[in-house]
């Protein structure tokens, strides 16, 4: 099992609509949980910070599930600015809160 | 002003070669990263500097070597290039808590 799992997509989402998806981790030990986003050609950016008690940036809320070991990200009234892939990042304590990237979710936000 | 800047953008060359990529930061931070990004998007660590000494390195072949002159800067040496090591090399430089800001990336493309 990779240490950090993404459904690679991609999600077609209208304009307007609601996309979330998950990111699950298998170290529980995990420390700091992010996302990024990575547009085509371009470098990762980071998105937003992911708090254990969640935490909302405009249209955007991540959430942690440490019991089951996930993240979470929701778009709300998705924009067409919005397609892009999103990467998972968790950190590992122990391995000296080593970042592992997720393989990243596709997202195409359509007219 | 870019925070992160990679040079060069692109890199084609030819099997066997011999080349490096410069990164360098304005941000004052202490740690800077590679990562490898291969044709499937993963984004994967390479090395980890700290203050101009070796933190992090993955399990990468010698012919891959990093350089750190001083803490703003984190070049990396490539010898005898394989067709494998085609990929976008991506350079961040790491802020308190973790977060990566990363430069533009350089494709690179061996024949």
């Known amino acids: 099992r990779k240490e950090v799992e993404q459904d690679p997509g991609p999600f077609n989402v209208p304009e307007g609509a609601t996309v979330a998806f998950n990111c699950t981790y298998s170290?529980?030990?995990?420390?700091?949980f992010f996302w990024y986003r990575q547009d085509c050609r371009k470098e990762p950016k980071l998105l937003m910070s992911?708090?254990?008690s969640g935490n909302e940036d405009g249209r955007f809320t991540a959430q942690l599930n440490r019991a089951s070991q996930y993240i979470s990200l929701l778009i709300r009234d998705s924009k067409l600015s919005d397609s892009a892939t999103y990467l998972c990042?968790?950190?590992?304590?122990?391995?000296?809160?080593?970042?592992?990237f997720g393989g990243g979710t596709r997202v195409l936000v359509k007219p | 002003d870019t925070a992160v800047s990679q040079t060069p953008k692109y890199l084609v060359t030819q099997m066997g070669n011999d080349k490096s990529i410069k990164c360098e930061q304005n941000?004052?931070?202490?740690?800077m990263y590679w990562y490898k990004q291969d044709s499937k998007k993963f984004l994967k660590i390479m090395f980890s500097?700290?203050?101009?000494?070796?933190?992090i390195n993955e399990t990468v072949p010698n012919r891959f070597s990093p350089k750190s002159p001083d803490k703003a800067h984190l070049n990396l040496h490539i010898n005898s290039l394989e067709l494998g090591d085609s990929a976008v090399y991506f350079c961040?430089?790491?802020?308190?808590?973790?977060?990566?800001?990363f430069g533009a990336g350089t494709r690179l493309s061996v024949l």
């Open positions: 961040a430089s790491t802020a308190p808590g973790n977060i990566q800001y």
């Open positions: 170290n529980s030990a995990s420390q700091s």
């Open positions: 992911v708090y254990s």
């Open positions: 990042v968790v950190t590992f304590k122990a391995a000296g809160n080593k970042l592992t």
């Open positions: 941000l004052g931070h202490d740690t």
């Open positions: 500097y700290n203050n101009k000494e070796l933190i």
